[in-house]
């Protein structure tokens, strides 16, 4: 196994393939479906300063922040 500089091991996107072709759409786990498992994600990793990558799998607008605006397009986007 590799070793990183920041100790972070990167790990498979969940859902699918190592690609995440809705993310800027709303869906936080990759399983190409936005919907209430991405709302929760959103929910439980909201952050406006210092977010780590964990956090910012909710970052759906690409901003380094999980806020209200992300959750503007999760909610424009769910169920599709």
């Known amino acids: 196994e590799p070793q990183w500089s920041c100790g972070v091991v990167p790990t498979a996107t969940p859902g699918g393939g190592g690609s995440c ?4 759409q709303g ?4 399983d190409g479906f936005i919907d209430g498992a ?3 994600s959103w929910l439980n990793r909201q952050c406006t300063t210092g977010c780590s990558a964990t956090n910012l ?3 759906f ?3 380094s ?3 209200d605006a992300d959750y503007t ?3 424009n ?3 599709q």
């Not at 072709?21 to 800027?24: G, I, R, V």
């Not at 869906?27 to 990759?30: F, I, K, L, Y």
């Open 21 to 24: 072709t809705k993310k800027a």
């Open 27 to 30: 869906d936080a786990n990759c």
């Open 38 to 40: 991405d709302y929760v």
């Open 57 to 59: 799998v909710a970052d």
């Open 61 to 63: 607008n690409g901003d």
């Open 65 to 67: 922040r999980v806020d």
């Open 73 to 75: 397009i999760w909610f």
């Open 77 to 79: 986007n769910r169920q």
